[in-house]
Every structure is written in structure tokens, then in C-alpha cells.
């Protein structure tokens, strides 16, 4: 049995909480296809690809990550961010254009042509075809999705899931704890804490039960009843 995640970087490695979840479903294999700075049609498009190779035994997780992110070049290989950046974790390594080049036509693209409610359209329908096409056609039914960042910046909730707008996103939660329960409260810190693996808060036990305390709905939806903490030692 394959433990699939699909998603941004809080599903880009088989580590910590990505590997309890595995274990916990007692998965043989792990398909990591979650990639950094990746945005809602690049995990869109990976489903596309790969919905026909999950079993009917397998689990699924999808990261459903912020609107503002987008995905360009002829490799699907540059994935930007709203404010022009260009993630440095790129898919393919071949292209046309150099980087300053890519760099000036997202920064062009974001004062010129971007529109705040085109996309936000956009990733309605992406988010609508993931939840209403895409999932019920595939074999399995441990399946679940969540918004992994900037779950305000979905403005167009129509004929969506109710539950991904009330419950945290997991970054939310990251931080959450590290303001709450460490009493940390300086912004570059907490990033710099949180620039880990799946953006995991590392060498500190407790945040395990605090977060998978936090994902009660996924937990249901993977059917996992008991979550098996030993992998973490692995």
C-alpha cells in the first residue's frame, strides 16, 4: 500500500509528521509529489497524473496551498509567488530563459496583468475540480485535503467544504504553537524555526500530539485511529 502526498513544501519529504501518518496506515511505500513554493495548479496538475495509479488500498493526502501562488515556464518548472519571487525548488532543471529574466517577467506580470479576483476564480475552480472530480474518481477512499497556508486568502469559498475554512491551516498551527505554548513572538524567528522539512518544529516531542491533536478531521478521513508516533524515531 502507497501513502501518496501531493501538495506544497509542508508535503515535499518523507519526514516527521508525513512519515507518523504513513506508519500510521501501515503504508510499504511513500510517493512524495508535494515540491516547494508550489501553488494550487501544480498540485492540480500532479493529481491529473497520477490519479490512475492510486490503488484502491492506497491513502491520499492533498495540500491545497495559497491562490497567490502561481506556476509558469515551459517545464512547469518556476513556481512564483505573488510578490514576484521565484522559488528556488524548481521541477525540471531545463529552460529557455535564465533566472533574472524569469524574475522580470513575474515581477512584470504582478504590475501589469494580475488581477486579485481572476484568481482567485482560478483557484475556486481548481479547488472545486480537486474536491468534485478528481477525488471521487479515485479508487481509494482514504483521502484527505487541506489548505496548508493563507487560509483568508480563499475569498471565494462558494460550493466548497466548510470544514477548510473553519479548522487552522498547518501553518497556522506551526505558529500557534510557537507563540502560545514557547512564547515566541518575534516574526524572523519563528520563520527561521519553521524553515525545516514539512515545516516541522523540530527537536521538541510535545508539538507531535499538539499537532496531530489539531487534524482530528484528517486523521478520520485517512482512517487512522490510533497514530503510531514510533516512525518519528526512525
Known amino acids: 500500500m502507497t501513502f501518496w502526498a501531493f501538495g506544497d513544501s509542508f508535503m515535499a519529504h518523507n519526514e516527521n509528521y508525513i512519515r507518523v501518518l504513513a506508519n500510521s496506515c501501515n503504508a510499504s511505500r511513500v510517493r512524495i509529489l508535494g515540491v516547494h513554493g508550489s501553488g494550487l495548479l501544480f498540485t492540480y496538475q500532479q493529481l491529473l497524473l497520477n490519479k490512475d495509479r492510486i490503488k ?13 501562488r502561481h506556476l509558469f515556464g515551459d517545464d512547469n518548472n518556476w513556481h512564483v509567488l ?15 530563459h535564465n533566472r533574472i529574466e524569469i524574475e522580470k517577467a513575474a515581477n512584470d506580470y504582478f504590475k501589469y496583468l494580475y488581477n486579485d479576483y481572476h484568481v ?6 481548481i479547488v472545486t475540480s480537486i474536491f468534485k472530480s478528481i477525488i471521487p474518481s479515485l479508487k481509494t477512499q482514504r483521502v484527505s485535503a487541506a489548505i496548508t497556508v493563507d487560509r483568508y486568502g480563499y475569498s471565494n469559498t462558494f460550493n466548497l467544504p466548510e470544514y477548510l475554512f473553519k479548522e487552522p491551516d498547518l501553518h497556522s498551527i506551526a505558529v500557534r504553537y510557537l507563540e502560545e505554548e514557547l512564547k515566541l513572538d518575534n516574526e524572523a524567528i519563528i520563520r527561521k524555526t519553521l524553515n525545516t522539512y514539512n515545516h516541522w518544529i523540530e527537536d521538541d516531542d510535545r508539538y507531535y500530539k499538539y499537532f496531530f491533536n489539531n487534524i482530528p478531521r484528517i486523521l478520520n478521513d485517512l482512517k487512522i485511529d490510533k497514530v503510531d508516533y514510533s516512525a518519528k524515531l526512525i
Open 56 to 68: 484502491k488500498d492506497d491513502v491520499v493526502l492533498i495540500g491545497l496551498s495559497s491562490p497567490s
Open 82 to 96: 505573488a510578490a514576484g519571487a521565484v522559488s528556488d525548488r524548481r521541477v525540471g532543471q531545463s529552460t529557455r
Open 120 to 125: 482567485q476564480n482560478l483557484a475556486h475552480a
